[in-house]
């Protein structure tokens, strides 16, 4: 159980573009996805939190109209990045949990390359 | 903030011999640390996971124990293979406030690599 899917696991789009990236909890609901970066050889950064239903809590220093995040059912998140850029080429990551106390699960990533 | 710090950033070990990763944190507050196992393009893995109220926890060959009053947890395999080569991740966060979901901190992942 806990299977969190994510779609696509990679995409290449050119500059200017804006590209979605969907979050699913396959076999349970969640309230709160979350959504994480990681660069290379690096660990997870928290970009925002995802909660069906309201607007999404982002972290410091992450813009909130290029990273959007819409949270529209208990299944599914998803993270539209606008006007994308070559410095925004990264690991996208999300994960949520079957309860506030439950283990965080994760998708498998979606590897963006912007050209 | 809570800071979680990972030792050792790359760790090399033949088969069959054990492998120990150590974190700190920061956060006296924090009571759940969840280890992730993560390979190459994909995404973190949950292998085991211990809270504040326990020392100690053991799922075949990996265990992970806790020392509150030093803060700090550390991951432990047993008898390696090959297949256990993967970054690994410790993590700590605490119960949210006013019942909002709990966040985790991640350190920065140790690189296990198995030499056959």
Known sequence: GAVVSQHPS??????????????????????TMFWYRQFPKQSLMLMATSNEGSKATYEQGVEKDKFLINHASLTLSTLTVTSAHPEDSSFYICSARTGDNSPLHFGNGTRLTVT | GENVEQH????SVQEGDSAVIKCTYSDSASNYFPWYKQELGKGPQLIIDIRSNVGEKKDQRIAV???????HFSLHITET????????FCAASKAGSSGSARQLTFGSGTQLTVLP
């Open chain 1, 10 to 31: 990679w995409v290449i789009c050119k500059s200017g573009t804006s590209v979605k990236i969907e979050c699913r909890s396959l076999d349970f609901q969640a309230t």
């Open chain 2, 81 to 88: 293979q090959p297949e256990d080569s993967a970054v690994y």
């Open chain 2, 65 to 71: 124990t806790l020392n509150k009053t030093a803060k």
């Open chain 2, 8 to 11: 050792p950033s790359t760790l």
